[in-house]
């Protein structure tokens, strides 16, 4: 029974549309994330939740909207997909709002392609 | 600004032998430190941390060492399996904050 979901595993779509990738983890925990990593490996924070209230927005394009309607479910929305969103995000989540008193819980990735 | 940093992105190792990954930081107001294990196409997965107050924590075959006056911290694998085979991500926070800032990986192959 999987932790942390996240749906779809890949997605191949062109620029200008709008997607959504969707999260739900089965822990329990109260704050969830996005994580971005990029064609150079690198794993970027972009945002968190905190039972159902935003706690971080990194410098994201607002063309990123997160959406939290539980504490359960963390969903990610774009708009106007640009060449550069090609990534793999990671959603994840944690037992408490602190990332110091608690390990992050990943799901396995979304692959999204924009062509 | 890359604040934590693994400058090798590779690492092989022969089975049995001691695995070193190595991370650097820039960030001195970074008091927690965790290293996570990340196989293809799945999630990273926690592996073991540090708090600032100590310099060396063990948990079966992996040992992570801190230093902070260097702004260094290394994982210890020994011995190193076939399975230990993947992408090791070292990660820091600061006290009272929610954000975990990861380093680039470092891809760790052991080989019989």
């Known amino acids: 029974d999987t932790a942390v979901s996240q749906t779809p595993k890949y997605l191949v779509t062109q620029m200008g549309n709008d997607k959504s990738i969707k999260c739900e983890q089965n822990l329990g925990h109260d704050t969830m994330y996005w994580y971005k990593q990029d064609s150079k490996k690198f794993l970027k924070i972009m945002f968190s939740?905190?039972?159902?209230?935003?706690?971080i927005n990194e410098t994201v394009p607002n063309r990123f909207s997160p959406k939290s309607p539980d504490k359960a479910h963390l969903n990610l929305h774009i708009n106007s997909l640009e060449l550069g969103d090609s990534a793999v995000y990671f959603c994840?989540?944690?037992?408490?709002?602190?990332?110091?008193?608690?390990?992050?819980?990943f799901g396995e990735g979304s692959r999204l392609t924009v062509l | 600004d890359q604040q934590v940093k693994q400058n090798s992105p590779s690492l092989s190792v022969q089975e049995g032998r001691i695995s070193i990954l190595n991370c650097d930081y820039t960030n001195s107001m970074f008091d927690y430190f965790l290293w996570y294990k990340k196989y293809p196409a799945e999630g990273p997965t926690f592996l073991i941390s540090i708090s600032s107050i100590k310099d060396k924590n063990e948990d079966g075959r992996f040992t992570v060492f801190l230093n902070k006056s260097a702004k260094h911290l290394s994982l210890h694998i020994v011995p190193s399996q076939p399975g230990d085979s993947a992408v090791y991500f070292c990660a820091a926070s600061a006290k009272n904050t929610d954000k975990l800032i990861f380093g680039t990986g470092t891809r760790l192959q052991v080989f019989p």
């Open positions: 939740y905190n039972n159902k209230e935003l706690i």
């Open positions: 994840a989540s944690s037992r408490r709002t602190y990332a110091n008193t608690g390990e992050l819980f």
